[in-house]
């Protein structure tokens, strides 16, 4: 299959310098992007009206709408300004807002047209041995039987049209579905700074930071089935609302996001030998879903159809606490014999201390057969939460060497109705171990006589305090390792490396 994109576009983009302390950035970008298509028209799309009775629609030759099945948006704008103002000679203000759009966003396949059935058959198999006390079927008596009718056996090899568009069924495998009116995602950005002279070598920034994300991609079933009734035990398929239909997964552009920063940074330039700059961030950022491929720590890319905000809340990425502080020190060169000199002067000392406050984690529970509403990879079940899931330092016990019980597994439940699969926990309620991270590195120029040939010498440490940083713990109340960290970043490295320069 060949997708094929076109993404014309327009800018214009003006400085005006209003007064010499006063300047405004002005601009204006228009982007015509049409959704992807394929070369051949190999696509294909659910539509809510038609397709539970007639099936997929698939492309045809004719409009971007007809070989792309989705509407092209024609109203996308994004205005930028920006100001610089000199309030003093020594403190400058800053601020700027900007919009900018996602016009592409290969989430790997799930929001892939051409994974669609009759262009790409994904066949799903659940078949059932004669001993089986479930239901039995019995022995397929050649590669002819028609699939899904009789049992299979790995070694007795694949049936006949296992994998033709003839053979294949909604029900048995994942349909991917992208609204035929589906806005572009976009971001708005902002931020106002101030800057401020400390001297004639030092200078302190404060900043606020933000961002507004609208019309972001997030995924849900479009199929997912009601909850059991209590004691209830009908299949899943038995609850779903579209019958002739398995999982269909649905792209959508309907989440928000929220990103909310102070910024902090005292730099000192290089004098006397010395330099430093300590960047600070305290911030929050608030989403409804997981990027699809940015799934950490039990966290999902997939809402509840039935209420899709309801997991708006901290982000998988959300790290409130940050400060990085790095140092260079030129250390001094020795006043003894020249060729003392050579080998123990002009060596340069560097340090980085990075402290972060740890990821989010998602409390899950693996739910049962009659608890399930979706059969889709990724959908996941949070769990109960009655008190803080995370246990005080001195409480938290010695499980075996590196294994110790990070949450509490006494706060933490999984739902036992068939009516209640979801829990009460909010999404991303937890929050892993803090990093805190120092390396060192030492650092030598040797001329070599010649030009401006030299021989750069350098030894780095990572982690050199050999300070153990913990991975988030398993999340999963329904495993029996819930609440253990067992997993560590890398700790300390050594390196060293030369290098001729001419």
């Known amino acids: 299959m060949e997708l094929n994109q076109r993404l014309p576009y327009l800018y214009s983009q003006d ?10 950035n002005l601009g204006l970008r228009y982007e015509l992007s049409t959704p992807p298509f394929e070369t051949n028209n190999q696509l294909a799309n659910y539509d809510p009206v038609n397709s539970p009775t007639t099936g997929l629609v698939t492309a045809t030759s004719g409009s971007i709408f007809q070989r792309a099945l989705v509407q092209r948006n024609d109203l996308n704008f994004a205005p930028r300004v920006g100001l610089a103002f000199q309030m003093d000679p020594k403190t400058v203000v800053r601020a700027a807002y900007g919009i900018s759009y996602q016009q592409f966003l290969r989430a790997a396949t799930v929001n892939e047209l051409a994974q669609n059935a009759p262009f790409n058959i ?65 971001v708005q950005n902002y931020q106002l700074s101030i800057q401020r002279a400390l001297g004639a070598d030092t200078t302190l920034d404060l900043a606020y930071v933000g961002n507004h994300g609208v019309h972001e991609q997030i995924l849900t079933d479009l199929n997912q089935a009601a909850p059991n009734a209590a004691g209830g035990t009908l299949s899943l398929q038995a609850r779903r609302p579209i019958t002739t239909f398995g999982g269909i997964q649905e792209s959508f552009n309907g989440g928000p996001s929220l990103f909310n920063a102070f910024e902090a940074k005292l730099e000192r330039r290089f004098s006397h ?19 699809n491929q940015e799934v950490g720590n039990d966290d999902s890319p997939f809402v509840d159809r039935n209420n899709t905000l309801s997991a708006f809340t901290r982000s998988a990425y959300d790290v409130p606490l940050r400060d990085a502080l790095a140092v260079v020190y030129d250390l001094p060169s020795p006043h003894t014999h020249r ?4 080998a123990l002067g002009g060596w340069q000392a560097s340090a980085l201390n990075t402290f972060s406050s740890g990821l989010p984690i998602n409390l899950i529970y693996s739910p049962t057969t009659a608890q399930q509403v979706s059969s889709l990879t990724s959908y996941v079940y949070r769990a109960n939460l009655a008190g803080n899931p995370v246990l005080a330092g001195a409480s938290r016990t010695r499980i075996a060497a590196g294994q110790y019980q990070y949450l509490n597994a006494q706060a933490v439940s999984a739902p036992t109705a068939a009516n209640t699969p979801f829990g009460n926990a909010s999404r991303n309620v937890a ?19 010649f030009h401006e040939s030299a021989l750069e010498f350098r030894a780095e440490a990572f982690d050199v305090l050999n300070h153990p ?20 970043f890398p700790s300390r490295e050594l390196q060293f490396a030369a290098k001729i320069v001419f």
Do not use: E
């Not at 400085?15 to 405004?24: A, P, Y």
């Not at 294949?168 to 495998?173: F, K, M, Y």
């Not at 892993?432 to 040797?446: G, I, Q, S, T, V």
């Open 122 to 186: 994904d066949v799903l198999i659940t078949q059932y041995a004669p001993s089986s006390k479930t239901s039995p079927q019995a022995v397929c008596s050649s590669l002819s039987a028609a699939p899904l009718t009789c049992f299979q056996s790995t070694q007795a090899g694949y049936l006949n049209g296992l994998l033709s568009p003839a053979n294949a069924s909604p029900l048995a495998s994942t349909t991917t579905y992208v609204p035929a009116r589906t806005p572009t995602g976009y």
């Open 469 to 488: 940083n913990a991975q988030a713990p398993d999340s999963n109340i329904s495993d029996s390792a819930f609440g253990v960290v067992s997993s560590y």
């Open 339 to 342: 060729l003392m000199g050579y």
């Open 431 to 449: 929050r892993a171990p803090n990093f805190n991270d120092l390396d060192f590195a030492l650092h030598k120029r040797f001329p070599l006589g």
């Open 273 to 291: 030998g010395i330099s430093f700059i300590d960047s600070f961030t305290y911030s929050h950022a608030q989403d409804a879903a997981a990027a």
């Open 15 to 24: 400085d005006w310098h209003v007064t010499s302390r006063l300047t405004l």
